[in-house]
T-cell receptor, first 110, second 117 residues
Framework: DAKTTQPPSMDCAEGRAANLPCNHS???????VYWYRQIHSQGPQYIIH???NNETNEMASLIITEDRKSSTLILPHATLRDTAVYYC???????????FGTGTRLKVLA | GAGVSQTPSNKVTEKGKYVELRCDPI?????LYWYRQSLGQGPEFLIY????????DSGLPNDRFFAVRPEGSVSTLKIQRTERGDSAVYLC???????????????FGPGTRLTVL
């Protein structure tokens, strides 16, 4: 599975959009991009995933570049409860062995 | 509905002792995963079950670690002769099936915090 690279930390003002980048320059054509987040003292929580097209659900939007070498997770109106570590993971549809990395620690500021 | 549950939530033990950590997956989920998370790090894969069998145990660090899932539901992670370096949060996750759903998400439990003194 492809390696992903994320900034270690980011701040975002409450109510503003949080844009979390992820580089996955070695991603292969059949690998999805998955996003999970982990709020303090909880297990990781699935947010969204995508292959080529941009995706949106009730939690977030995922923008994947045309060359698929990078993506951005967008939380459109960040709240204090969105403070968490966000993990970007690349893997095929059959992936079970997630490689989490150290993620991006997002702090939403009041 | 009920999510993945793990017991105990905290376990403190002494070096050299044996511990068992339990995971109750979401009902009907055939795939089950164990991860270990050290402080400041992301979760690290340990083992994956499809039904009753361990399909991949390549992440288990050594032969002191063993996991079972005898009836294809509840799983137990067993650690023998615990060492201080085993201290971590042990996470369990489940999913409906690893093989037949594209982009299958994993549902995680809250974890068991193991402290070896």
């Amino acid at each position: 599975d492809a390696k992903t690279t994320q900034p270690p930390s980011m701040d975002c003002a409450e109510g503003r959009a949080a844009n979390l980048p992820c580089n996955h320059s070695t991603i292969s054509g059949n690998e999805y991009v998955y996003w999970y987040r982990q709020i303090h003292s909880q297990g990781p929580q699935y947010i969204i995933h995508g292959l080529k097209n941009n995706e949106t659900n009730e939690m977030a939007s995922l923008i994947i570049t045309e060359d698929r070498k990078s993506s951005t997770l967008i939380l459109p109106h960040a709240t204090l409860r969105d403070t968490a570590v966000y993990y970007c993971i690349a893997g095929t549809s059959g992936t079970y062995k997630y490689i989490f990395g150290t993620g991006t620690r997002l702090k939403v500021l009041a | 509905g009920a999510g993945v549950s793990q017991t105990p939530s905290n376990k403190v033990t002494e070096k050299g002792k044996y511990v068992e950590l339990r995971c109750d997956p979401i009902s009907g989920h055939t795939a089950l995963y164990w991860y270990r998370q050290s402080l400041g790090q992301g979760p690290e894969f340990l083992i994956y079950f499809q039904g009753t069998g361990a399909a991949d145990d390549s992440g288990l660090p050594n032969d002191r670690f063993f996991a079972v899932r005898p009836e294809g539901s509840v799983s137990t992670l067993k650690i023998q002769r615990t060492e201080r370096g085993d201290s971590a949060v042990y996470l369990c996750a489940s999913s409906p099936s690893q093989m037949d759903v594209f982009g299958n998400e994993q549902f995680f439990g809250p974890g068991t915090r193991l402290t070896v003194l």
